[in-house]
């Protein structure tokens, strides 16, 4: 069984002229639009606010801060990177 390469790319997403992102955030913006993250944001905000009290015990729970816009920007660019 053979196998062949298939390439894909998307112009459509990040424009090739002129792109020098000079961060990760910068292409997740790109590719992301600000709506979204901020509903994301809000979201994982809401989950741990309503789950909060099930995890209180872990070190991690009591560490805890709201996540911003822009880390959730960076979050998703490692997932992307990764």
């Given at each position: 069984m053979q196998f062949r390469?298939?390439?894909v790319t998307f112009p459509h997403l990040v424009?090739?002229?002129n792109c020098n992102p000079e961060s990760v955030v910068e292409v997740v913006s790109s590719?992301?639009?600000d709506?979204?993250?901020q509903?994301?944001?809000?979201?994982s905000n809401l989950y741990h606010s309503q789950n909060v009290e099930k995890w209180?015990?872990?070190?991690?729970t009591l560490n805890w801060s709201s996540i911003t816009p822009?880390?959730?920007k960076k979050c998703l660019g490692l997932i992307i990177l990764i």
């Open positions: 390469t298939v390439t424009p090739l002229n590719i992301i639009g709506d979204l993250i509903l994301l944001t809000e979201q209180k015990v872990l070190p991690k822009e880390e959730m």
